[in-house]
């Protein structure tokens, strides 16, 4: 069985920052692109960061609006990836999944869709003014 488990959302103040954590099982994690993405009320769903590997070294892609405060981290002795958002804006309330694609996904074509291979459940972060 595949899971994908969010934390670390919350209220967090505008100008501070959020870390939320997904731990994933159930599938060959070394081999799949995990992303991070948003979906505030009355929006569609955004790719907000994902990661992959391309000849055993990382890739990234941010999505222009939190370009220069976000990064994307992965650890796969833990089958973990975090996502870090500094100097947070009321827009960036939404809920936050986690998701992942594969196998050989790339980060970018993996955050400018959202027909993925599996998803989190979700997470509330709401930014207060």
């Known amino acids: 069985e595949v899971l994908l488990e969010e934390s670390g959302g919350g209220l967090v103040q505008a100008g501070g920052s959020l870390r939320l954590s997904c731990v994933a099982s159930g599938f060959n994690f070394d081999d799949y692109a995990i992303g991070w993405f948003r979906q505030a009320p009355g929006k569609e769903r955004e790719g907000v960061s994902c990661i992959s590997s391309y000849d055993g070294r990382p890739v990234y892609y941010y999505v222009d609006t939190v370009k220069g405060r976000a990064s994307i981290s992965s650890d796969n002795a833990k089958n973990t990836v975090w996502l870090q958002i500094d100097d947070v804006k009321p827009d960036d309330t939404a809920v936050y999944y986690c998701?992942?694609?594969?196998?050989?996904?790339?980060?970018?074509?993996?955050?400018?869709?959202?027909?993925?291979?599996?998803w989190g459940q979700g997470i509330q972060v709401t930014v207060s003014s």
């Open positions: 998701a992942a694609d594969g196998p050989f996904t790339t980060a970018h074509s993996m955050c400018v869709t959202t027909g993925l291979d599996y």
